[in-house]
């Protein structure tokens, strides 16, 4: 298993595990971002990516993230999407994908990591806890699409 950093030739890779996630989270129509859009934002900076790949190089899971500030703790990292392949689930590439998430966040001087988990998601709410995360329930998501 090989976990390393996404490159731009990545990018459509990457849209298809985002497009698996949005279908597992069953919001399919929920996904609008172009390949465009990826190649745009990932150029300027706006996120970052890491990638598990087989032997073979065949990509079994990714996360997204990005940095970001904030104003009771510093700075922080925001994980914006983790996906494991379907076929991939409960083989451990999960957890090797998150410690290097943490790595990263340590490396960048982050005070917290973050992010959002569906509440009936079960398997990741426990995946989540096992690695003793907060799962917050008094916090209500606030959004306005532009």
Excluded at 85 to 93: F, Q, V, Y
Excluded at 96 to 112: T, Y
Aim: net charge negative; charged share 25%; with cysteine.
């Amino acid at each position: 298993m090989n976990i390393r950093q996404a490159t731009a030739a990545d990018l459509s890779t990457i849209h298809k595990l985002v497009e698996e996630l949005a279908i597992y989270e069953k919001e399919p129509d929920a996904f609008v971002a172009t390949i465009e859009d990826y190649h745009r934002d990932f150029e300027s900076g706006w996120f970052e990516a890491i990638l598990a790949e087989d032997g073979a190089g065949q990509v079994l899971g990714m996360a997204v993230y990005y940095e970001t500030f904030s104003t009771w703790n510093g700075r922080m990292l925001y994980l914006e999407d983790f996906v494991v392949t379907e076929a991939s689930r409960k083989t451990g590439i999960g957890q090797l994908l998150f410690e290097r998430v943490l790595q990263i966040a340590k490396e960048k001087e982050c005070k917290l990591l973050k992010w959002q988990v569906l509440d009936w998601n079960e398997p990741a709410l426990n995946f989540y806890r096992k690695n003793r995360a907060t799962i917050e329930d008094n916090w209500l998501n606030g959004k306005i699409y532009l």
